[in-house]
């Protein structure tokens, strides 16, 4: 799944088109992005069938293929299962499945945001697990990029849940914020070195 995140990060360089929004529409829709991802993905850990329920209760629409291939190069995985599109104060948010991962996507967001609820909600662990960084990284080329990773996974567990907030301010993304919760095996190393 990590491979998958890097191969769509590094081909998410399809322009998008859009309004432009003010920096408090921005906020409110990074904040929207991280409370979709909290009761969607991380309150039903990604199963397929929880997750498929509740946005059953959201109203969410189901997008066919033909509904995914008209998306913007990148926004969705390559080995999507299934992806709803949510509504909310005139923006989209874009809930997928794929084996061992559940996402919540939108096209415009505050990376700051983003990223200040992203660690209010990583922070919520679960009892019994600990909290664990795996990935802090950020690049300015082809285009600004940060992802920021951690890990719950309890003490001596061979499996592990990661949560992963892919955020950019730049225009050129399909998503300039991508929120996952992946269940994997534990590596006894981060993921991805931390860089600056």
């Known amino acids: 799944m990590q491979k998958t995140l890097l191969y769509t990060a590094v081909l998410m360089l399809a322009a998008c088109g859009g309004e432009d929004l003010s920096p408090e529409q921005k906020e409110a829709r ?7 991802f909290a009761e969607s993905c991380v309150a039903h850990r990604g199963e397929p069938a929880q997750v498929a329920a509740w946005a059953g209760t959201r109203n969410a629409q189901a997008l066919t293929a033909d509904d995914v291939k008209k998306l913007p190069f990148g926004m969705m995985e ?5 992806v709803w599109r949510l509504e909310k104060n005139q923006a989209a948010y874009y809930l997928s499945l794929a084996p061992e ?55 001596g567990s061979p499996e592990e849940w990661v949560l992963t907030a892919n955020t950019s301010p730049s225009d050129q993304l399909p998503a300039q914020a991508a929120l996952y919760f992946t269940h994997q095996v534990y590596h006894s190393k981060p993921v991805f070195n931390q860089t600056n």
Do not use: H, I
């Not at 983003?114 to 300015?140: A, C, H, I, Y």
């Open 30 to 36: 990074a904040q929207e992005a991280v409370k979709l």
């Open 78 to 82: 390559l080995d999507w299962n299934a």
């Open 101 to 155: 991962s559940c996402s919540v996507k939108t096209e415009k967001a505050d990376e700051n945001t983003v990223r200040r609820q992203f660690m209010q909600l990583v922070g919520q662990v679960p009892q019994g697990m600990n909290q664990e960084l795996r990935s802090d990284k950020s690049t300015q080329t082809p285009f600004p990029f940060r992802q920021l990773s951690y890990a719950w996974r309890a003490q």
